[in-house]
């Protein structure tokens, strides 16, 4: 497995890219350098291992087709370029950290071919920040497990890219309903309703954008859902530069197999759009909706996500922050101890008024 390690041109230490200055950084020297410097200086050596691994990333299609419905992920070895350790990933990694000498390292062939992404959103919110994120977040939620926001469990935030795909369309659709109307009115001391039923028609022509589905299997789609919306104006044309310094995950759902996902969800946003348009009826039914696709177009993008877990009581927590907006989604775990106290205390409270009433009735 050929991977890519970008060195500082300076001293030759590990580069990083920088969500604060929006630059790679190292960390030795200080120097700081924009994006297109080091794609330049890069570009050459991934175009050779883009190159070489073609066959590699063919092979492995070829071999998930084969194994549809295993769910056993193949453990792939790569050597570290910095210190030569062998170090053990998933078959969908594409970005890591080495184990023994945690310099950041790109699993080249992984994103390259068929399998390279269209578009990146770099990381802008830092770990630092994500951390403050989830401190404020764990400050107001009084019934959090004790020790949930401890400085151990920052040490395991990890910033990830996480594939989607995006769908913009343009279609022409139509749709039939029926919608009521009601009106109330009085002949002398009695009050009527009628309600009135017609049949409505709306068509047109409709530009939907930025429709979206993960593209991995293995992670909780809840969560990696959850942490939308992203401002896809910031996104770049994909170099694995910007994986530098983070964990990164190479798609292994293809449009075929979230297709009918993406199209249903379509369907609702156009039908939804058109039912908008009539105004007036206190109650909408709809009876048909028909489309015919203009224009389609799929991008595979990835996404910056922090990632923390936590293990309560034998059960594992994930929690997600988004690496763009620092949007918080999760499940915590609570504390039984401090609900147990509420618990008390309000029914302490309610046996004293209960009291207090029963003194006032004397």
Not at 150 to 166: A, V
Not at 247 to 266: F, G, N, T
Request: glycine residues 6%.
């Amino acid at each position: 497995m050929a991977t890519v390690n970008y060195k500082c041109p300076n001293c030759g230490g590990p580069l990083k890219f920088n969500p604060d200055k929006q630059m790679f950084s190292c960390e030795y020297c200080m120097s700081d350098f924009e994006d297109r410097i080091i794609q330049q200086m890069y570009a050459e050596q991934e175009a050779r291992q883009s190159k070489a691994e073609k066959e590699e990333n063919e092979a492995y299609a070829e071999n998930s087709v084969q194994n549809d419905g295993d769910d056993v992920e193949d453990a792939v070895v790569y050597t570290c370029p910095s210190c030569g350790a062998e170090v053990v990933t998933t078959a969908s990694t594409a970005a890591t950290t080495c184990f023994y000498c945690q310099n950041p390292v790109v699993l080249g062939g992984r994103l390259s071919g068929k399998f390279k992404p269209d578009r990146v959103v770099p990381f802008a919110v830092s770990k630092e920040k994500a951390v403050e994120k989830f401190i404020e977040m764990c400050r107001k939620k009084w019934f959090l497990a004790k020790g949930f926001a401890s400085k151990k469990q920052f040490e395991k935030l990890t910033g990830i890219y996480f594939p989607y795909w995006y769908i913009d369309t343009q279609r022409q659709a139509d749709v039939t309903a029926l919608g009521n109307k009601v009106r109330t009115y009085r002949v002398g001391s009695k009050r009527y309703t009628e309600t009135s039923t017609y049949r409505l028609f709306r068509s047109g022509n409709l530009i939907i954008k930025n429709v979206f589905e993960r593209a991995l299997k293995s992670q909780d789609r809840e969560m990696l859902q959850g942490v939308h919306p992203f401002d896809l104006s910031q996104a770049h044309d994909f170099s694995m530069s910007y994986l530098s310094g983070f964990q990164a995950e190479k798609r292994d759902l293809e449009k075929d197999d979230v297709y009918s996902a993406v199209q249903e969800r379509i369907h609702e946003y156009a039908t939804q759009l058109l039912e908008d348009t009539m105004t007036g009826f206190s109650a909408i039914r709809v009876e048909s909706y028909n489309d015919k696709i203009d224009l389609e177009s799929w991008n595979y993008t990835l996404l910056p996500v922090w990632i923390v877990t936590y293990k309560y009581k034998g059960k594992i927590y994930p929690f997600a922050i988004n690496g763009q907006t620092g949007k918080t989604y999760g499940e915590l775990p609570t504390s039984k101890g401090k609900l147990a106290v509420l618990f008390a205390s309000v029914t302490a409270i309610v046996f004293v008024l209960a009291v207090l009433g029963g003194m006032l009735l004397l």
